[in-house]
């Protein structure tokens, strides 16, 4: 298993502004990705962070509004940028240990106004 | 477009009382997750199921993997009021040219039980 802090766990933010989300793991790790959960919805995968090279994005997402960083195998960071109200999610940090085994960090709550 | 479809989206029941959850799709997957998760928390991870036809038990809670890997059940026996929460299925598209880690999540399961 994997033990997985995020920072912050909530905040209220401004529409137009930035929010860098940080997420540390207590053991290195290959894969971490970011989800998103909007309200009342399921959880959507964001982008993978790579080590040491550019972040693999999903369809429907972008490197400008939600650029990654990945110092390293224990720390990531996603930066929601020109905030809007549509941008108010849950958005949590993951990273799988194995073969099949992914787990989730507790969640950064958003809410821009 | 791959999808996991849960059932029943809202289940409220009596403590004592023995509940089932579904997660089926059209899709095979290589492997299926069950999560809870609780409000203001992210989800916690209860069991991955690979096989086909695998049973898991995790005390009261029993899963169990369609034969074809296609759908999953989650039973719940003696329910207590800590059972209460929000269950994710979640299903690994990687084998499908999906990123590895992109896991395919259900609408969940909205579980109430009152004491």
């Known amino acids: 298993s994997a033990v997985i802090s995020q920072k912050p766990s909530r905040d209220i933010c401004q529409r137009g502004t930035s929010l860098t989300i940080q997420c540390q793991v207590d053991s290195q790790v290959t894969m971490m990705f970011w989800y998103r959960q909007q309200p009342g919805q399921s959880l959507t995968l964001i982008a993978t962070a790579n080590q040491g090279s550019e972040a693999t994005y999903e369809s429907g997402f972008v490197i400008d509004k939600f650029p990654i960083s990945r110092p390293n195998l224990t720390f990531s960071t996603l930066t929601v940028s020109n905030m809007s109200p549509e941008d108010s999610s849950i958005y949590l940090c993951?990273?799988?240990?194995?073969?099949?085994?992914?787990?989730f960090g507790p969640g950064t709550r958003l809410t821009v106004t | 477009t791959q999808l996991l479809e849960q059932s029943p989206q809202f289940l409220s029941i009596q403590e004592g009382e023995n509940l089932t959850v579904y997660c089926n799709s059209s899709s095979v997957f290589s492997s299926l997750q069950w999560y809870r998760q609780e409000p203001g928390e992210g989800p916690v991870l209860l069991v991955t199921?690979?096989?086909?036809?695998e049973v898991k038990k995790l005390k009261r809670l029993t899963f169990q993997f369609g034969d074809a890997r296609k759908d999953s059940s989650l039973h719940i026996t003696a329910a207590q009021p800590g059972d209460t929460g929000l269950y994710l299925c979640a299903g690994d598209s990687s084998n499908y040219g999906g990123s590895q880690g992109n896991l395919i999540f259900g609408k969940g399961t909205k579980l109430s039980v009152k004491p």
């Open positions: 199921v690979v096989t086909g036809g």
């Open positions: 993951s990273v799988r240990t194995g073969v099949y085994e992914q787990y």
